[in-house]
């Protein structure tokens, strides 16, 4: 090497391709069935198994899904699009080629919002090359003793495969542009994005542009990280290629144009990344058309009622809950995050209540908290938006303090019964009557003679010595003391003390 470049003389060029299994009750081209966790080879049919004398059959759901997603994301909807056969060995695919799009996807450009990081990052979006479908593989299973097996459950089960352009120049963005690509997807119920399951897959082409100590601008070798299993691992492995190309780099000197595109496995348990092969390019794969399925013609009437299913996405809902209700970004980033149920019985609370941060922290804070200990979905959840908003207000209208607030939702939940039928029950409710409170209070300062010495002698702060007054006077009155009433009225009689 006749030149050098310090640790951060270099840009970081990422790019990703996701693969996301579509929500659908059977495969893409076959009505086997897709659900996930049944025993191995227990869902196939002769389609997904390549056997002699079957033919395909597309999925229109699948399809339509597709579209929304490409839509959602601002993409351009191809008139006219194709099937293809991509031709390689593998004992995965047992046809020896997959269904899938090669030159006419059917959609192209559009863009993935990258969400704006704590740091100040992040932000704008990364552009999209392509989506396009293709029917998935069946899944290699390394078993003890040097055994490999193969579960074709999988095989056949409609595949969206959405390929990023290298926009990305963080790890950090790659990682939160995949969680709000998960959010969105599961918002327009394309799919459940579980990376657990396999659902949500993702590859990622990472290389450094070098700048030297003598001007020029220097490209490493593209490298293809595989086998990430969460978001967490897509940024850490990205970190670790980072570092390692910068190293290699350094060590050999060589660029993009010295070394084929190389394909890497990421190893959560070593914390590394590890050769697997040199990446194949689109020859070694053969393309030509699928024989056995016709093009898909899309028409204006079907893009536009799949564009009106749509709704309203994650980015946009953040942004009109800050508006429209004054939220916090955090608070409208919880809520939109816990997904479109929770976002759609927050916007109902809030409206019906018409106290947005009110509803804001009970959502988060008592709502969410018992689906969690009861392991509810918001679906079973007892108490509707009409009654949380209803004992909201009774709240604010000071009928009832928070903790019997808190205390009314619990036993709604557990009971069923409505909050009338419960407050009236539990003896419920604020004393509100200024003179009857007065009185407490009088009495509570009158039987407590050594607070007043503390008082007078500054033995102890006035604030100790007043807050332990008002938990005197909300012990006599079982905690149904107006708190504000009570602090005025301590105030005033102090005062007369002439303290």
Not at 167 to 195: N, Q
Request: net charge negative; glycine share 8%.
């Amino acid at each position: 090497m006749d030149a050098t470049a310090t640790s951060m003389d270099y840009d970081i060029i990422i790019g990703l391709e996701i693969h996301v299994q579509l929500q659908t009750e059977s495969k893409m081209f076959s009505g086997c069935g897709t659900e996930f966790g049944l025993p191995p080879n227990t869902q196939t049919d002769p389609v997904s198994l390549g056997l002699p004398g079957t033919l395909p059959v597309m999925n229109g759901k699948a399809f339509n899904l597709a579209l929304k997603t490409a839509l959602a994301f601002g993409a351009e909807v191809a008139r006219f699009t194709k099937w293809d056969r991509k031709n390689y060995y593998y004992p995965d695919l047992p046809k020896n080629y997959q269904i899938s799009q090669y030159d006419l996807p059917f959609s192209t450009g559009g863009g993935l919002p990258i969400p704006a990081r704590k740091d100040g990052g992040g932000g704008g979006d990364v552009r999209l090359t392509r989506i396009h479908l293709e029917e998935d593989t069946g899944k290699m299973i390394h078993a003890a003793g040097g055994m490999s097996e193969v579960d074709l459950n999988r095989a056949g089960v409609p595949l969206l495969e959405i390929v990023t352009e290298p926009d990305l120049r963080d790890p950090a963005d790659a990682r939160g542009c995949l969680e709000e690509l998960r959010l969105t997807l599961r918002y327009l119920g394309v799919s459940d994005c579980e990376m657990q399951e396999g659902s949500l897959r993702c590859d990622a082409n990472v290389n450094l542009h070098i700048r030297t100590a003598d001007g020029r601008t220097v490209a490493t070798p593209i490298v293809e990280i595989k086998n990430m299993n969460s978001f967490s691992a897509v940024e850490k492995a990205l970190h670790y290629e980072v570092e390692r190309q910068f190293k290699d780099w350094e060590e050999t000197g060589l660029t993009i144009e010295d070394a084929p595109k190389q394909t890497r496995g990421w190893s959560d348990a070593a914390g590394e990344t590890k050769v697997q092969r040199e990446k194949e390019t689109a020859a070694d794969y053969r393309y030509f058309p699928e024989p056995d399925l016709v093009p898909v013609e899309v028409d204006d009437a079907w893009i536009a009622r799949l564009r009106a299913e749509i709704g309203e996405l994650p980015m946009a809902r953040r942004s009109r809950f800050e508006s429209e209700y004054g939220l916090s970004a955090y608070d409208a980033n919880v809520l939109v995050e816990q997904g479109q149920d929770v976002a759609d019985y927050f916007d109902a609370v809030a409206r019906e209540a018409g106290e947005a941060k009110l509803a804001s922290n009970w959502i988060q804070q008592d709502v969410l908290r018992e689906i969690k200990e009861k392991k509810l979905a918001l679906a079973d959840f007892p108490v509707g938006p009409e009654a949380l908003s209803d004992l909201i207000k009774r709240v604010k209208r000071k009928e009832l303090n928070t903790n019997q607030g808190r205390e009314v939702l619990s036993r709604m939940i557990d009971t069923g019964k409505p909050a009338d039928a419960i407050i009236a029950e539990g003896g419920y409710g604020l004393i509100g009557d200024k003179d009857e409170l007065a009185a407490v209070v009088a009495s509570t300062i009158e039987a407590n003679p050594k607070a007043l010495e503390d008082l007078a002698g500054g033995k102890k702060k006035p604030e100790a010595v007043k807050g332990w007054l008002r938990g005197q006077v909300m012990k006599q009155t079982q905690g149904k003391a107006d708190p504000a009433l009570v602090v005025e009225l301590l105030e005033a009689r102090l005062a007369e003390l002439g303290h």
